[in-house]
């Protein structure tokens, strides 16, 4: 069972879809017994990063899933405003993150070449072997919907590129992040989740 986390922002119910299309099973659920007893987690976002913190802390789930993440003990994917939770912040507020990745989201410059909000289809470039995109498979798309990005690191496993290019997809240990929306790419989505579900 994949726990879905519903803390009041995020595509809960299409990631939802999206497992079942696939035969996993999974759960929306913001009850912590649910949350630890889940062989996943999925931690979904949309919208502002600070709201995202204070929705976390108001339902109690923030400290609880910083000891999970930190744990290392199940696999935790974070979905777009999801995975930049799991950074240490964003020049969009000044509330922090989990801090497990170390840089912070920056926003997109507004210049010729770059959108300051990116939103679309986009293919993504693999930097290291991974399961989710193979080394030089440029057929697969993802839809995007972000103002704010991760900058390339150690932990990125594949980018994108807006007039610069980014971080599509981090991972260290059992903490994974993508930038985009697979609950919202149709067929590719669906064989990111597959993916996740077999690790």
């Not at 108001?58 to 950074?87: P, S």
């Not at 790419?185 to 993916?195: A, E, R, V």
Request: with cysteine; glycine share 8%.
């Amino acid at each position: 069972m994949i726990s879905i986390i519903n803390y009041g922002t995020g595509n809960t119910g299409s990631i939802h879809n999206m497992l079942k299309k696939i035969n996993v099973k999974s759960v929306i659920t913001d009850d912590k017994n649910i949350i630890e007893k889940s062989s996943k987690i999925i931690l979904p976002g949309v919208g502002s990063y600070g709201r995202a913190v204070r929705q976390l802390k108001d339902k109690d789930l923030f400290n609880f899933l910083l000891e999970i993440i930190n744990k290392q003990e199940k696999y935790i994917l974070g979905v777009c405003l999801g995975m930049q939770l799991l950074c240490s912040g964003s020049e969009e507020e000044n509330e922090k993150g989990f801090g497990y990745f170390k840089n912070k989201c920056i926003k997109f410059p507004d210049k010729k070449d770059t959108l300051s909000t990116f939103i679309g289809w986009s293919q993504i470039n693999s930097v290291k072997e991974n399961c989710f995109v193979e080394t030089g498979d440029l057929n697969k798309r993802f839809y995007f919907l972000h103002s704010y990005y991760y900058p390339k690191d150690e932990n990125t496993l594949a980018t994108a590129n807006n007039g610069l290019e980014y971080s599509s997809i981090i991972s260290r240990g059992k903490i994974i992040g993508a930038q985009f929306h697979p609950e919202r790419s149709h067929n590719f989505g669906i064989s990111f989740f597959k993916s996740f579900n077999n690790l």
